[in-house]
């Protein structure tokens, strides 16, 4: 695919995914500048038990993918399976 077909996307530091350029802001923080998804920045802003819900989303999401990964390590069979 040609990149004029292909959207522009952005790391979004608070959530670890790409997004398109139009769903991502600028934050400043005290590192420098860094992208973060809309979703994640109206996340933050709603009430705790909301908060809570994203976060626990966020763990279940990364060991889910810690989990993935351990199982293709251990059996190397595997890994040629999802390449």
Avoid: V
Wanted: net charge positive.
């Amino acid at each position: 695919m040609s990149d004029a077909l292909m959207p522009e996307t952005l790391y979004c530091y608070h959530c670890g995914k790409h997004h398109p350029k139009e769903a991502m802001r600028q934050i400043a923080t005290r590192t420098g500048k860094r992208w973060r998804c809309i979703k994640s920045i109206e996340a933050s802003r709603s009430n705790h038990a909301a908060r809570e819900a994203f976060g626990r989303e966020k763990t279940a999401n990364n060991q889910s993918y810690r989990e993935t990964i351990l199982r293709r390590m251990a059996n190397p069979e595997l890994q040629t399976l999802y390449r």
